[in-house]
């Protein structure tokens, strides 16, 4: 059994933007996750310094080492939280700006990279129109790291963020990031504002606001890519059924057309990022059906060599593993 190995939640990022954080890092009014960022993983450390050079590379180095791990394609998004902590002006402004360069990456290397167009919720109208030059850059879909400024792509005014990508059919990579300030607070002790725990909730919170507000009964056609196994959902999917046949009952929430679980199953598809655990991709196998999973290794963050090495040795046909490998990444990002 031949196939690529597609990796499609890998991260980059551009000097400006990281300059542009440091700005936000040392102002008033730092949301309270995003300056636990700015004391760890963003601190100018020698560690964190090793990160952002791999960050950085959107060349050379990079498809050396993917060579070394025998990733033929990496698809590229900016690094949470991208432009998304920005002032509206700015925040536009860098990400066409960074959609130039993953735009100019992807032409000059289009066997090995792909790309999902960062864009700036904070002013919707220019977005809708990034998302169209995006689409016409050759870029595959978007990225979004989850809420913008406390605010959540469930709200009206960001209507025409789905309408284009809808039309477009450009799916929308929901990528985690620190709960938003209006409840963030029980999760900064512990660490658990950070990827062990909080950017799941955050990320599976943003998702469910999505099913339960009928986002996907306006926009039938809109496709949301998870990561980290569906960010718990795919666990928790039954009881969320069960529990809001209970809601409707007791009026605690209003009817949808569909169950919250035909939405998910219809309108998301998963990736493996940061997941080498054999009982969650059965878990998902189970739930969603191999053809909604996708490979992703979550570069530079995480080991993608431990991630290679599960996904090469996980119990499951070959037939099963190029489908996540590479088959389901072509179909949903339509790559050549
Ligand atoms: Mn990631």
Redesign the pocket.
Known sequence: MTFRRIAV???FVTPEIMAQWQVVLAGRDVEPGFARMGETILAPTPANRMLDDRLLDIGAARIAHMDSLGIDMQVL?L??PGVQVFEATLATRLAAASNDALAAAVRAHPTRFAGLAAIAPQDPAPAAREIERAAKLGLSGLIVNSHTRGEYLDAAKFRPLFEAAEALDMPVYL??REPAASWVAPYLDYGLWF?GWGFAAETGLHAMRLIMSGTFDRFPKLRIVL??MGEGIPFWLQRIDNRYLLEVKVGAVAKLPRLPSEYFLDNFVITT??VTSMPALRLALDVLGVDRILF?A?FP??DDAEAVRFMDGASITGEERRQIYETNARRIFRLV
Request: proline share 6%; aromatic share 6%; hydrophobic share 20%.
């Open positions: 939640e890998e991260a998004s690094t949470s990528h985690p990827a990561g980290h990022s940061g992703a979550d963050y995480e």
